[in-house]
T-cell receptor, first 114, second 110 residues
Framework: GNSVTQMEGPVTLSEEAFLTINCTYT??????LFWYVQYPGEGLQLLLK?????DKGSNKGFEATYRKETTSFHLEKGSVQVSDSAVYFC?????????????FGKGTLLTVNP | DAGVTQSPTHLIKTRGQQVTLRCSPKSGHDTVSWYQQALGQGPQFIFQYYEEEERQRGNFPDRFSGHQFPNYSSELNVNALLLGDSALYLCASSWGTEAFFGQGTRLTVV
């Protein structure tokens, strides 16, 4: 079946540090890939997405590139801020048939200190 | 635009009871999905409703059921509650590929 594996957290960084959160997936075919962010006490917000190989999704300084050869979609940001502290979820949606659901990783808690 | 709204925000129930959670989708969205998020875990897909029919279902027992109304709003019902049903229940609405999530209902079963 389809699955998503994220790097275990928590991740603690200082402000302006470089962020990488690793995400790899298993799926039949070529799924669409997503990063969602969950701030404390809130629901999930879509951060960025990519729908085909070599696509780069980007938003608010975050980037992730769909790598088919390594089945990866790592999240990066060049300079994190305290306001980026949240839980980040990598997710996929398989293509075709009756596949409408999102499959999520376990999430990675990011804490950014001033 | 109010976005996806869920009610109630918090709920405490006793084992064996039944619960109904409600979701109003984002304006213009015709599809509603429900997810269960246990503490420290990623959301798990329960089911999706489209045109008032259950279109896809995840690995959840029949105690979990749902409904979608003509105005696209939706309910999630859970019967015979277990302690393990304690979780954040998230509703997501969509029209096309992008899903928008509500803030969730925190259910505690005691």
């Amino acid at each position: 079946g389809n699955s998503v594996t994220q790097m275990e957290g928590p991740v603690t960084l200082s402000e302006e540090a470089f962020l990488t959160i690793n995400c790899t997936y298993t799926a039949t075919g070529y799924p669409s890939l997503f990063w969602y962010v969950q701030y404390p006490g809130e629901g999930l917000q879509l951060l960025l997405k990519a729908t085909k190989a070599d696509d780069k999704g980007s938003n608010k300084g975050f980037e992730a590139t769909y790598r088919k050869e390594t089945t990866s979609f790592h999240l990066e940001k060049g300079s994190v801020q305290v306001s980026d502290s949240a839980v980040y979820f990598c997710a996929l949606r398989a293509r075709g048939g009756s596949n409408y659901k999102l499959t999520f990783g376990k999430g990675t808690l990011l804490t950014v200190n001033p | 635009d109010a976005g996806v709204t869920q009610s109630p925000t918090h709920l405490i129930k006793t084992r064996g009871q039944q619960v109904t959670l409600r979701c109003s989708p984002k304006s213009g969205h015709d599809t509603v999905s429900w997810y269960q998020q246990a503490l420290g875990q990623g959301p798990q897909f329960i089911f999706q409703y489209y045109e008032e029919e259950e279109r896809q279902r995840g690995n959840f027992p029949d105690r979990f059921s749902g409904h979608q109304f003509p105005n696209y709003s939706s309910e999630l019902n859970v019967n015979a509650l277990l302690l393990g049903d304690s979780a954040l229940y998230l509703c997501a609405s969509s029209w096309g590929t992008e899903a928008f999530f509500g803030q969730g209902t925190r259910l505690t079963v005691v």
